[in-house]
């Protein structure tokens, strides 16, 4: 059985970091890209950023660019999304996927597995 585990959500202020979790089972994790995408209240869902099965490759948004780092360790089946110099428009949902290789990464059917998410709240 599938199963990708967010944690590490939560509450911090305009200017502070965070750093999410998520945990893959029940597929060959260091075969697959992984990802991490968000929703806001009231906003579909958007590609934050995805690094490639070595980890030597990475890809951002836009809007997340030199403040979020994304990293994997293939011995945990983990993947981190290091979010740094917070905003308000930060405030999200925090999904974390895994991709077979397909293009576009952005887009939400090239991906395969999805996990249940965690609240990031920033404040101001």
């Known amino acids: 059985q599938v199963q990708l585990a967010e944690s590490g959500g939560g509450l911090v202020r305009v200017g502070g970091s965070l750093r999410v979790s998520c945990i893959a089972s029940?597929?060959?994790?260091?075969?697959?890209?992984m990802g991490w995408f968000r929703q806001a209240p009231g906003q579909e869902r958007e590609f934050v950023a995805a690094?490639?099965?070595?980890?030597?490759?990475?890809f951002y948004a836009d809007p997340v660019k030199g403040r979020f780092t994304i990293s994997r360790d293939n011995g945990k089946n983990t993947v981190y999304l290091q979010m740094d110099s917070l905003k308000p428009d930060d405030t999200a949902v925090y999904y974390c996927?895994?991709?077979?290789?397909?293009?576009?990464?952005?887009?939400?059917?090239?991906?395969?597995?999805w996990g249940q998410g965690t609240q990031v709240t920033v404040s101001s």
């Open positions: 996927a895994a991709n077979r290789g397909v293009r576009p990464l952005a887009q939400e059917t090239s991906w395969v597995y």
């Open positions: 029940g597929f060959t994790f260091s075969t697959h890209v």
């Open positions: 690094i490639t099965v070595g980890g030597g490759g990475t």
